[in-house]
């Protein structure tokens, strides 16, 4: 699989970007592929999926702010993120679930207060 994130920047608090990850090497439309975040000293977590067919699921930290959406045609998973705050800062990654070991270099995303 190769992934490669683009899109995020530095942004003043309550500000917005979109996330794009482009896939290949997989057979993307049948994948369920996810956003994942990770802050500098914590883990790697799931912020948002979304499944084949669309369903999509939010980590409550992100619900009503962050939209996760998908062009199969174009083999790309997007994050729609408005009403940023600073922990929100990290670098995200895109991958399947469950991911794959492989990870592309991810975007960071730093919101300022």
């Known amino acids: 699989v190769h992934l490669v994130e683009s899109g995020g920047g530095l942004v003043q608090a309550g500000g917005s970007l979109r996330l794009s990850c482009a896939a290949s090497?997989?057979?993307?439309?049948?994948?369920?592929m996810g956003w994942y975040r990770q802050a500098p000293g914590k883990q790697r977590d799931v912020v948002a999926y979304i499944r084949s067919l669309g369903a999509t699921y939010y980590a409550d930290s992100v619900k009503g702010r962050f939209t996760i959406f998908r062009d199969n045609a174009k083999n790309t998973v997007y994050l729609q993120m408005n009403s940023l705050n600073p922990e929100d800062t990290a670098v995200y990654y895109c991958n399947t679930l469950p991911h794959y070991d492989d990870w592309g270099q991810g975007t960071q995303v730093t919101v300022s207060s």
């Open positions: 090497g997989i057979t993307f439309s049948i994948k369920t």
